[in-house]
């Protein structure tokens, strides 16, 4: 074996696989007592956290076992793999974790990255490595589009409820060593939504290389070293979704504590229509599937339109890429205006105390003389007017001013990103020629050619 044919499930990788692991177990149990507080408290909107939980997983869990039972179909397993999927005790095992599928996946991601590392470590063929690496990158790609059924339709609800008890708190002036609790989680979820996404993100890109490795005439391991983010690339890839994310439910976090809280159902439901007719129609149109598989693609449109949302990743073709792109974000400003113009909203200075019983409780008159008594002789005016400006800090801590700052850095994480940081020579890198890399000027043709993004080949053959 050649030093071309080490692809390698690295200990790297292992170690990140069960960080991966232990982050759902964590917020798993963290979601299960924020319920239990919820109700314990009789607060507001409690049903909709026990959907928020219990919705995704049982989606999660019907899509999982989708996925195993075509994945049993296949005319291409192996005899071990035909074995392993005949056996009783290995359906049992995915339906007694048909609530929490992604623990077997996680099982399944964990022994096809060993069984790589052991092949390659027996010195086998360069063409077994890759079929091997391939299959533990499909796993770990399917993991992550697993979760996706957690993370934005159980953890990004929740994230803008917690925005939403948040913002009144502050509003009632509860005292901010009461909120670190909340805001820890806060940053936790937006931590690990963001995580995933770049790690799906990562593992595509890689996918993609080994299947196009032809058009740049490297060899395969030389091909996913060129789909390869990063660290500065991972780092960037996970603030950028982490201030998206924040971003939006932070927006509609903003629009259900207005005076029109309906505005929510509208807002939401055109923005997840326009999403997913955005991608359903930047597809490739020159033929059309079987009605199974029309129905699928049709069903990937709209959980694309309910992930983006809270978020955006490339999904069409590369040269459409700055237009979505920008379209996405000019989207989400219409959103950011909306909540930042509806009543309500900002930081209202603290209230005077009115007088008791006519007897004096503030010396800010304008201009009378305290009597005996202790009435004012001339009226006073200070009442109705306040006396202090409104200073820098509370407009800092306004919600209204927040989302600005987070749209914003969204739109310049993601230009930095593509610009500096992104591994694969993206179109968009091609409007900054001052920024581009050596080889950018060889293979713009050839990239120029691909149909479809990397993200789009594993969301189209498994939603």
């Known amino acids: 074996m050649t030093h071309e044919s080490r692809f390698q499930f690295s200990r790297f990788d292992e170690l990140m696989l069960l960080k991966f692991l232990i982050t759902y177990l964590l917020d798993i149990a963290l979601t299960i007592n924020t319920i239990i507080n919820v109700y314990k408290n009789d607060a507001h909107l409690k049903e909709l956290y026990l959907c928020c939980f219990i919705i995704p997983n049982i989606l999660a869990g019907i899509k999982s076992l989708h996925w195993y039972w075509i994945h049993y179909r296949r005319d291409d397993l192996t005899e071990e793999e035909t074995e392993k999927e005949e056996k009783t005790r290995t359906w049992v095992f995915r339906l007694l974790f048909f609530f929490f599928s992604p623990i077997p996946r996680f099982i399944d991601v964990y022994r096809l990255g060993l069984q790589e590392r052991y092949k390659v470590q027996g010195r086998c063929s360069q063409e077994e490595a890759r079929a091997?690496?391939?299959?533990?990158?499909?796993?770990?790609t399917t993991l992550c589009l697993l979760r996706f059924f957690e993370v934005f339709l159980m953890d990004a609800p929740m994230l803008t409820l917690k925005f939403h008890v948040l913002i009144k708190d502050v509003r009632t002036q509860i005292n901010f060593s009461d909120q670190i609790y909340a805001v820890i989680l806060i940053v936790y979820k937006l931590y690990k939504v963001s995580?995933?996404?770049?790690?799906?993100?990562?593992?595509?890109?890689?996918?993609?290389?080994?299947?196009?490795?032809?058009?740049?005439?490297?060899?395969?391991?030389?091909?996913?070293?060129r789909g390869t983010i990063d660290l500065p690339g991972k780092l960037c890839l996970i603030a950028l979704h982490c201030s998206q994310i924040a971003c939006k439910c932070l927006c509609y976090a903003m629009v259900t504590s207005a005076y029109l809280p309906w505005l929510i159902y509208p807002l939401v439901g055109l923005r997840w229509t326009a999403n997913s007719c955005i991608y359903f129609f930047n597809r490739n149109f020159r033929r059309f599937g079987s009605p199974g598989e029309e129905i699928s693609r049709t069903l990937t449109a709209v959980v694309i339109g309910g992930i983006e949302l809270f978020t955006h990743f490339t999904t069409s073709a590369e040269k459409r890429q700055l237009g979505n792109t920008i379209l996405f974000h000019v989207l989400d400003g219409f959103e950011v205006l909306i909540a930042f113009f509806l009543p309500y909203f900002g930081t209202a200075p603290p209230a005077i105390p009115a007088p008791v019983n006519g007897t004096l409780t503030t010396t800010a008159t304008s201009g009378g003389i305290p009597s005996v008594t202790g009435t004012s002789v001339t009226p006073t005016t200070a009442l109705s007017t306040p006396m202090w400006p409104i200073s820098v800090t509370e407009h800092l801590t306004d919600p209204k001013y927040i989302l600005v700052a987070l749209w914003i850095s969204a739109m310049m994480i993601r230009a930095f990103y593509y610009v500096i940081l992104h591994p694969s020579l993206p179109s968009l890198s091609e409007y900054f020629p001052f920024c581009s890399r050596k080889a950018r000027a060889g293979v713009r043709g050839q990239a120029e050619e691909r149909v479809q993004a990397e993200e789009e080949i594993a969301l189209d053959e498994r939603v």
């Open 132 to 140: 091997a690496y391939k299959e533990y990158l499909e796993a770990a």
């Open 195 to 225: 995580d995933i996404m770049m790690s799906y993100t990562t593992k595509t890109k890689k996918w993609w290389h080994m299947e196009n490795e032809a058009e740049y005439e490297l060899s395969p391991i030389e091909s996913v070293k």
